[in-house]
């Protein structure tokens, strides 16, 4: 999707907190309307730090967590329960404190290699698409997922092998910008003086990772103050 179709709506909240708790409630509203709907509600977790408040407020969501199915951005090729793992960090935030069906959590299988793990994961996703929800987060350098600044991957790929990351670890596993833009919503995460300069050039045009996905109903960005600069 070309970056200047992607309608972008900013939502400046005061803090970091701020931003987790209406992603939470931005979250639980989209599950509601999709299970109300369809019967479930396909979401796509970012991985890093900034959502981990986020995830930790949806414990509580009242809801019917099997109908909940759950899919990843990216992934670290690392062990499973390697502490850097997004898997991992979703899981001890969120996952493991509420009873979504194990069927429905559709970990990468990074572990592999990405060599492997991204056309496993692939098949995985093309079954899945289009999502209700996709959430990520943004990096210092405008990347996204694991989709970075000058790495180019082969078009029509839903999943990407990554290699020589430049936020470690160098291997991952990513969705495209094509499988991340198939999506009902698509909730980005801005928080923290660090990704000011990715937020400003992001506003200002630059074709930064983060500005190619977009879904058809646009991007809604939920930042603090510190990461509107
Ligand atoms: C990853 C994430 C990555 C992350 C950004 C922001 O695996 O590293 O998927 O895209 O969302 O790098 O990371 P923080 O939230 O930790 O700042």
């Known amino acids: ?3 200047s179709n992607i309608e972008t709506r900013w939502h400046l909240l005061d803090d970091a907190r701020a931003v987790a708790a209406q992603a939470a409630l931005w979250i639980q509203r989209a599950a509601s309307r999709a299970i109300a709907q369809r019967g479930w509600f396909s979401i796509v977790l970012a991985g890093g730090n900034t959502p ?3 995830y930790r407020l949806l414990v509580d969501t009242d809801t019917d967590w099997s109908r909940w199915v759950i899919y990843f951005g990216d992934e670290r090729c ?3 329960d390697h502490r850097d793992r997004n898997s991992r960090m979703a899981a001890a935030a969120w996952l493991d404190a509420v009873p979504i069906p194990a069927d429905n959590v559709h970990v990468i299988p990074a572990q592999l290699g990405a060599e492997v793990a991204a056309p496993a994961y692939a098949k ?3 079954a899945a698409l289009p999502f209700d929800l996709v959430l990520l987060g943004i990096g210092e350098d ?3 997922a694991s989709l970075f600044p000058g790495q180019h991957h082969p078009a029509g790929q839903l999943v990407h092998a990554v290699y020589q990351a430049p936020k470690p670890p160098p291997e991952r596993v990513s969705l495209s910008a094509q499988a991340l833009s198939e999506t009902s919503e698509l909730l980005v995460l801005a928080t923290g003086a660090d990704k000011a300069p990715a937020v400003r050039a992001w506003r200002s045009g630059v074709a930064l990772p983060v500005a190619q996905v977009g879904a058809a109903g646009g991007v809604d960005v939920l930042l603090d103050k510190a990461a509107d600069g």
Do not use: D, W, Y
């Open 1 to 3: 999707m070309a970056q």
């Open 124 to 126: 995985v996703i093309r």
């Open 142 to 144: 405008g990347h996204t």
């Open 52 to 54: 981990r408040l986020a």
């Open 78 to 80: 690392l062990p499973p």
